[in-house]
């Protein structure tokens, strides 16, 4: 099968490419820095004439009110430019419960990106992951303050960048689901404990404080970012990967 990863070249595109180039697939990434624009359009339907499958692994560059401009612009582009292709199979990833906070605007944004796939006219598959082990380094630094670090207690359930990539390339590589597949990491943490836990594995000596009004995820109610009895467990624990990193 004959792959278009729009998005290739970062974190979980390159490592969707080399998986599915793995299994005997021809996988093509695709990015600006190969000259696909998926705002102004530029290059999407050269990238994806022929293709058997959209990955689409783009993400906005601001986490603000305006990333759902950029996730309508580039679906639009995308689906358009599939829907003449021929293209039969359309994936995504997306966010563990990302339609449950509606006070974020970057969650706001990936839910019309979801809306926008069901609703358009390529058979699609949604998958869903839970927080990236990559970007817990991130979100400390949101909310660092000299020696302190203030976090909430929000539920947390990690996920290693290569389990993802690796449920990506498995959906991408079988039928449509017409649905959404959720995946988290094997482990539930507070994010300050979490916090915590990273820092004493760098030999940090900052404080974590917690702080419920701290940060982005200080807007999630409850355990809505956590798999909870509905996804597939990648196998990669948190202690696991510090040590491999």
Do not use: C
């Amino acid at each position: 099968m004959k792959f278009a990863v729009i998005g290739g070249t970062g974190l979980i595109g390159s490592k969707v490419v080399r998986k599915l180039a793995a299994g005997g697939h021809e996988a093509v990434p695709h990015s600006q820095s190969t000259g696909v624009d998926v705002v102004t359009g530029e290059g999407v339907d050269k990238a994806v004439a022929g293709v058997d499958v959209i990955v689409n692994l783009t993400n906005s560059p601001t986490f603000d009110e305006a990333s759902p401009a950029f996730f309508r612009q580039s679906m639009d582009n995308l689906l358009d430019a599939g829907r003449k292709g021929g293209v039969h199979h359309f994936v995504v990833l997306s966010i563990v419960g990302v339609d449950q906070v509606p006070e974020l605007d970057y969650y706001r944004a990936k839910a019309l990106q979801e809306q926008l796939l069901t609703e358009g006219p390529i058979p699609y598959s949604i998958v869903r992951a839970t927080q990236f082990m990559e970007f817990i380094d991130s979100v400390l630094s949101w909310t660092a303050d000299g020696d302190t670090v203030r976090l909430p207690a929000t539920p947390i359930q990690p996920i290693a960048a290569q389990d993802v990539a690796d449920a990506v390339a498995a959906a991408a590589a079988a039928p449509p689901l017409q649905g959404i597949h959720n995946i988290a990491g094997p482990e539930v943490f507070p994010l300050d404990e979490l916090g915590r836990i990273a820092l004493a594995a760098r030999s940090d000596s900052r404080t974590v404080t917690t702080d419920d009004t701290a940060g982005m995820f200080a807007a999630v109610r409850g355990d809505v970012l956590t798999g909870k009895g509905e996804a597939s467990l990648a196998p990669t624990r948190y202690a696991d990967w510090l040590a491999s990193h």
